[in-house]
């Protein structure tokens, strides 16, 4: 009985909810970023709607911010990817001004690609083997005071909800642009929604913990290695035990 109530609330209630506020949120962005001031108009509107989507899947959510980090700096945050709703749990509780680096393909989203160009997230081709240098040059001219980077460095969702290997990608930007790293770790969006999955679970809890800021001044290429083993080690470190 539990599961039938659950699929009429995801098709009935939760999808029909999901569709409308994602295309309002695109033609709000669009305008709003092509009339306005883009650095709001690019982020409020979608900070709204992932916390809107989030009650709506009926989450609980726990936020664990850093008092460590200034509220009008730039970073780059980088965390695990457990699933679709890590977007949605950084997106409304991460506290931060953000620009995703998202995957090229998912331009061709109906209204949010397109809203996600205008808004000046960077989309990354990964068949084109210039694609790290132009991702670089891209992220220079969006990023500006009080906006930061996200990234998934694994690259994509885990399908056993444990962390894989990190890229490399994610810390030469930072390295190149001398911008601090800051790990987050995300609980529990794996258990709503897998990959792969249609079929969706409501009522769970989710978790956003932002770890300590880590400075990338003086560091090389050459140091990539060392900060890749340290930032996965603390967003390891605060993964609930079933994630690790």
């Not at 008092?67 to 679709?84: C, E, R, V, W």
């Not at 205008?118 to 240098?133: E, K, M, Y």
């Amino acid at each position: 009985m539990k599961g039938i109530l659950s699929f009429l609330y995801q098709w009935l209630i939760f999808i029909p909810i999901l569709v409308v506020t994602s295309i309002v949120t695109a033609i709000l962005v669009m305008l709003g970023c092509s009339i306005g001031n883009r650095k709001f108009w690019g982020y409020t509107p979608p900070e709204y709607w992932s916390k809107i989507v989030c009650r709506a899947a009926l989450c609980k959510i726990r936020v664990k911010q850093n008092d460590k980090l200034d509220p009008n700096g730039s970073y780059i945050f980088i965390a695990n990817h457990q699933g679709a709703f890590d977007i949605f749990l950084t997106y409304g509780y991460l506290g931060h001004n953000i620009k995703w680096v998202q995957k090229h393909e998912l331009r061709k989203i109906p209204f949010v690609g397109k809203a996600s160009e205008i808004a000046g997230h960077v989309f990354v081709d990964s068949s084109n083997t210039r694609a790290l240098a132009q991702t670089i040059e891209k992220a220079e001219d969006e990023l500006e005071k009080g906006v930061s980077m996200a990234i998934f460095p694994e690259g994509q969702r885990t399908y056993t909800g444990k962390m894989g290997r990190f890229k490399k990608g994610a810390y030469i930007i930072a390295t190149q642009m001398k911008l601090p790293i800051v790990p987050i770790t995300l609980n529990g969006p794996y258990d709503i929604l897998k990959i792969h999955s249609r079929v969706m679970s409501f009522g769970k809890e989710m978790e956003i913990i932002v770890h300590d800021p880590i400075s990338t001044e003086g560091l090389t290429e050459l140091d990539i290695p060392d900060l890749i083993k340290r930032t996965h080690e603390v967003i390891e470190s605060q993964l609930w035990d079933k994630y690790k």
